[in-house]
């Protein structure tokens, strides 16, 4: 089984900064990427950034120059550093993993973490 744990649940003022954080464990055979998306009120579901393994990385256009993802590698771990949020950026965020798991291509989500950007 694998499990995704998010950390970083956050309430910051227009302009501020949080880090998120995602740890992964179980039986994770090797990571393909590992990245998050973000889901606001009314809205679907869609990237914000993304680190494959060999440490190329994805950024949505709107978060370009502001969000930083990178990851230990020796922990299973990525984190999002996001600087100067937007109040349009309140969303529920999700980690998201793509690994092989026994040979198998899987894909598992967190459980979500709220970020809230108050104007």
């Known amino acids: 089984q694998v499990q995704l744990v998010e950390s970083g649940v956050g309430l910051v003022q227009a302009g501020g900064s949080l880090r998120l954080s995602c740890s992964a464990s179980?039986?994770?055979?090797?990571?393909?990427?590992m990245g998050w998306f973000r889901h606001a009120p009314g809205k679907q579901r869609v990237l914000v950034a993304s680190?494959?393994?060999?440490?190329?990385?994805n950024y949505a256009d709107s978060v370009k120059g502001r969000f930083t993802i990178s990851k230990d590698n020796a922990k299973n771990t990525v984190h999002m550093q996001m600087n100067s949020l937007k109040p349009e950026e309140t969303a529920v965020y999700y980690c998201?993993?793509?690994?092989?798991?026994?040979?198998?291509?899987?894909?598992?989500w967190g459980q979500g973490t709220q970020v809230t950007v108050s104007s």
């Open positions: 680190i494959a393994s060999c440490g190329s990385t």
């Open positions: 179980g039986t994770i055979f090797s990571i393909n990427h």
């Open positions: 998201n993993l793509d690994c092989m798991v026994l040979f198998t291509k899987r894909n598992f």
